[in-house]
C-alpha cells in the first residue's frame, strides 16, 4: 500500500557523484524520521545518514562533508546528494521512514527496495 519508491543509483567512478531520491506513494500519511541505510555484500547494514521532519541531521563519520540528507515535507521526499565517491560507498541504499499508517493510525516502518551505487574504476 505505502511505498518507498528509491531512484538514482548508479555505476560512477571514483570521486563521481550521484543523487539519491526516495518519494513515499500510495497514499497521504504523516512522515516523521527520514534515514538512509546502506548494506555492502557480506557487509552489516549501516545507518549512513538521518534526518528529522524539523531537519535536524546526522551522518555517519565516514560521509561527514561528502554526504548531505535533505527532505522535502510537502512531496513526503527524502534526498542524499553524495560527492566524492569512493570505492568504498559501493553498496545497496535503502530509504526508511518512520510515519503514521494512513490505516492503523499508529507508527509504522516503510522500507524502499533499495537502489545500486556502484563506485568503481
Known amino acids: 500500500q505505502v511505498q518507498l519508491v528509491e531512484s538514482g543509483g548508479a555505476l560512477v567512478q571514483p570521486g563521481g557523484s550521484l543523487r539519491l531520491s526516495c518519494v513515499a506513494s500510495?497514499?497521504?500519511?504523516?512522515?516523521?524520521?527520514m534515514d538512509w541505510y546502506r548494506q555492502a555484500p557480506g557487509k552489516q547494514r549501516e545507518l549512513v545518514a538521518h534526518?528529522?521532519?524539523?531537519?535536524?541531521?546526522y551522518y555517519t563519520e565516514s560521509v561527514k562533508g561528502r554526504f548531505t540528507i535533505s527532505r522535502d515535507n510537502a512531496k513526503n521526499a527524502v534526498y542524499l546528494q553524495m560527492n566524492s565517491l569512493k570505492p568504498e560507498d559501493t553498496a545497496a541504499y535503502y530509504c526508511?521512514?518512520?510515519?503514521?499508517?494512513?490505516?492503523?493510525?499508529?507508527?509504522?516502518?516503510?522500507w524502499g527496495q533499495g537502489t545500486q551505487v556502484t563506485v568503481s574504476s
Open positions: 526508511y521512514a518512520d510515519g503514521i499508517s494512513p490505516t492503523t493510525h499508529k507508527l509504522s516502518d516503510y
Open positions: 500510495g497514499s497521504i500519511f504523516s512522515i516523521l524520521d
Open positions: 534526518i528529522t521532519r524539523g531537519g535536524s541531521t
